[in-house]
């Protein structure tokens, strides 16, 4: 098997220390409790864990305001704790992934204090100035409605200074060599303390020109060479995981013609499409996006996301699509937010209905890329609308049926576990899962172990399938996937009514190939030539192996 380009053919897991398990009872999680549950998440089939910040930091944002780059918040552990965290993960043949945020600082970050406080400090040039409010301060927020303006007038050091996100985020000047320099340096701590790459946040912001009244502010993608060659030198098979909603033909710029930029990026446009796709039964607009995100370096991978802890990102929908998508999956006000998205899990979002659950996460796990799955959505877990912005669908991990879900001894949670209703801790939780053979978190399961067998997901080229369905929009996504003479065929309904769905294989497959089914043994052989019906049900879905049934064990390398 091909070990390295691990990235390729992983399934990786996002949580956040401060909500998944709280091992000293003070409310909040922390390394220890994240150590224990290192079991449960190999157990799963995850191969690799992306944590969210964990450095200092005031937390106004989620701790995506970093006080200090080189620490551990002491809510969450020490230095010490987190080493045996990756050490943990190494042990059982997991990566470690952290977010880096370094478009900007929090403004008690002592580079940010020591700029305002002296304007001959080497910190000054650190971030962004200008001694008047440039014309264009109150356009480009990241959080409209909520932000008023991207320049904030700073007291002590008398003048503005450039925030592109809350006020308490303080850009860094990043254009500068010595901000430049810091950022490998931050990298190459964590590396050494047993990192494998880094989630970077905010990308297109980190390259973009910054300064006052800039009217285009370019993009500095020879920055992005500069960490991965940085990366490459210091530890073989580290990689960036770059946060760049950016639109499919800049993609290239992104990844670089030859691969030596960013090594993954998460696929923003497939996720929303998916999300139109699986809101109104229509695949055609995500049959555009999976071509239009198609051209990438052979080394380079799409991260394949279905929620994550922001808000369902609608931006680049027509507005009929984001509407039809909103009428879906949240038409509450309450459910929306920015007036671009929508801030709740995914299980609420589908109304609990198994069945659409599954085809999300079988859509996760078969679209091309490597799958990034949120914690707690191998549950199914809700959201909790009452709490503000985006946290709604940040709430503690639910264990089991003791007291707050097993997360914390503590009677004050860092956020409160979801108790009530049907993704109430006592309803939903890991522990019952576990011991119901049928349930979503053994059905994740068994569907991670079988992804993970087929490499030509990860590493081969698909081909959309002609399908005929007798419907007049295209109501299911046949897809396959070939590589090193192997191939693989996935099949989804998209459509709450069950289909006869026909399609051909093309002219490389034999004539009398079977399509082996890979969950069952409901296998389909041709009608003629290479010719197939077969008979989903409502939101059915099946992964195929091409050819005979000895096929069924043959792995692709052997
Ligand atoms: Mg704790």
């Known amino acids: ?81 987190f080493v045996e965290f990756t050490q943990g993960c190494k042990q059982r043949g997991m990566r ?32 962004v100035w200008s001694p008047k409010k440039p014309k264009n301060a109150d356009t480009g927020m990241v959080f409209p409605g909520v932000q008023k303006t991207t320049w904030t007038w700073q007291k002590e050091a008398r003048a503005y200074y450039f925030h592109r996100f809350y006020n308490f985020q303080p850009d860094l000047n990043t254009a500068h060599p010595d901000v430049q320099a810091e950022i490998l340096k931050i990298m190459g701590f964590w590396l050494q303390l047993g990192v494998d790459g880094f989630r970077m946040d905010a990308v297109p912001f980190v390259i973009a020109k910054k300064g006052a009244n800039l009217k285009r502010p370019a993009e500095q993608y020879d920055m992005l060479r500069s960490f ?50 699986m809101a109104s039964g229509d695949c055609a607009p995500l049959v555009k996006a999976l071509h239009d995100t198609n051209p990438r370096p052979a080394t380079a991978q799409w991260g394949l996301f279905l929620r994550n802890h922001d808000e369902l ?7 009929k699509q984001r509407q039809a998508v909103f009428t879906a999956f949240g038409p509450d006000k309450n459910m929306q937010l920015y007036n671009r998205g929508i801030r709740r899990r995914l ?8 069945r659409r659950l599954e085809l999300a996460y079988s ?23 009452d709490l503000p912005e985006r946290n709604c669908a940040r709430t503690p991990m639910q264990w089991s049926t003791e007291p707050q879900g097993g997360f914390t001894k503590s009677v004050k ?12 801790f006592e309803h ?56 090193r003479n192997n191939a693989v065929v996935c099949i989804h309904n998209l459509a709450a009514d069950p289909q006869e769905v026909r399609f051909s294989l093309p002219a490389d497959d034999a004539p009398d190939s079977t399509l082996v089914n890979l969950l069952s043994d409901d296998h389909s052989r041709p009608e003629k030539g290479r010719r197939h019906c077969i008979l989903l049900e409502a939101y059915g879905y099946r992964w195929f192996r091409v050819g005979g049934l000895d096929y069924l064990l043959k792995r692709s390398d052997t």
């Open 228 to 277: 991965t060659e940085f990366l490459t030198w210091r530890k073989s098979g580290a990689i960036i995981l770059g946060e760049a909603n950016v639109v499919p033909k800049t993609d290239m710029a992104y990844f670089g013609a030859a691969g030596e930029r960013l090594q993954m990026m998460f696929n923003f446009d497939v996720n929303q499409h998916l999300f139109y796709a």
């Open 313 to 319: 990102d609608l931006g680049r929908l027509t507005e």
């Open 96 to 127: 470690v992934l952290i977010d880096l945020v370094v478009n900007h600082t929090s403004d008690q970050h002592a580079w940010f204090k020591e700029a305002c406080r002296d304007p001959q400090s080497k910190y000054r040039d650190w971030y």
């Open 1 to 81: 098997m091909i070990n390295d380009l691990w990235y390729k053919n992983a399934v990786v897991y996002c949580l956040s220390v401060a909500t998944y398990m709280d091992a000293n009872g003070d409310g909040i999680g922390d390394f220890k409790g994240l150590v224990r549950r290192l079991d449960y998440l190999q157990g799963l089939g995850v191969t690799a864990v992306w944590l969210m910040p964990f450095q200092p930091s005031p937390n106004r944002d989620d701790g995506y305001d970093v006080a200090d780059y080189y620490g551990v918040d002491p809510r969450y552990g020490t230095l010490g704790d």
């Open 347 to 354: 299980a609420p979002m589908l109304q609990g209905d198994r």
């Open 413 to 424: 949670p860092i956020l409160p576990v979801i108790s009530e209703g049907a993704y109430g």
């Open 363 to 385: 859509l996760m796990l078969t679209l091309p890329g490597t799958p990034v799955v949120r914690y707690g959505d191998e549950i199914g877990m809700g959201d909790d609308l």
């Open 428 to 483: 939903l939780n890991v522990a019952a899962q576990r011991r119901d053979p049928n349930s979503l978190l053994n059905w994740m399961e068994r569907m991670i172990r079988m992804r993970k067998e087929l490499p030509e997901i990860g590493w081969g080229d698909f081909t959309i399938l002609n399908t005929s369905t007798g419907a007049k929009t295209s109501l299911v996504l046949a897809m396959r996937y070939q590589w």
